[in-house]
């Protein structure tokens, strides 16, 4: 049976460098992202027999429910879950202009959307002894970026670990991966470092090593960086 791949923040970056790459190894991908046009382009260059787009934005549970129903309709399974959506604004915690909602939207998609992610498809994964996946940061082990952004992927480095403890003994496996600074739309307005840059493409061939181990190997943490970059 084809194994079926979730991806949460798919529409550009290494959500979308994942998907093609995961479908060109033979898994069935679903594609989620709040941008409709964007994943279901991506799901019409992938082909409809391997991709599903599917319009979610995690920081809505209900949405996210909704997202894993669909999943279930269309490929009958999960058998692995990457949490991969995120977004930074950069805001910092003295200086410059007050931005409340902006820290809201971060911490509901990075935090909260990744841990409902965790919850809500890990009862699928169970069934499966399937495989979670979450995106954290360089700046969610060392503090190189003084600002909130790096709090929220401290905050997943702890999802991360605390899943892993709680699905001892249920086959799942769980790896967390670390990128650092990598060239996709994710910057935005914020501004980039001016250090060496990987690929989306680098850091989806790194999920898919962690993805490829046998069974019994769990690859825990990833963490990935330009040659060259200083922090």
């Known amino acids: 049976m084809e194994k079926v791949f979730l991806i949460t923040g798919a529409s550009t970056g290494i959500g979308a460098a994942t998907a093609k790459m995961a479908a060109a190894e033979g898994w069935k991908v679903v594609l ?24 979610c934005d995690v920081s809505d549970w209900t ?36 931005k409340p909602d902006e820290w809201r939207d971060m911490v509901l998609t990075n935090v909260y959307g990744s841990a409902a992610t965790a919850r809500l498809t890990l009862p699928e994964l169970v069934k499966t002894r399937g495989h979670f996946l979450i995106t954290g940061s360089v700046v969610g082990r060392i503090t190189s970026i003084r600002n909130l952004y790096s709090a929220t992927k401290w905050a997943v480095t702890g999802i991360a670990q605390a899943v892993r403890n709680e699905m001892v003994g249920t086959g799942i496996r769980v790896t967390l991966i670390e990128p650092g600074v990598v060239d996709t739309p994710f910057w935005g307005p914020v501004p980039k470092p001016g250090t060496p840059e990987l690929k989306p493409e680098d850091i989806a061939s790194g999920v898919m090593y962690a993805l490829n181990q046998p069974e019994h190997v769990d690859v825990n943490q990833i963490l990935i960086r330009p040659t060259g970059q200083p922090h």
Request: net charge positive; aromatic share 10%.
């Open 32 to 55: 989620a992202a709040r941008t409709t046009s964007r994943i279901e382009a991506l799901a019409n260059e992938i082909g409809a027999d391997k991709a599903f787009a599917v319009t």
């Open 63 to 98: 949405a996210q429910q909704r997202m894993i129903q669909l999943a279930l309709e269309r490929f009958g399974r999960l058998d692995a879950v990457f949490a991969n959506a995120g977004f930074s604004k950069g805001s910092p915690f003295y200086g410059g202009t007050d």
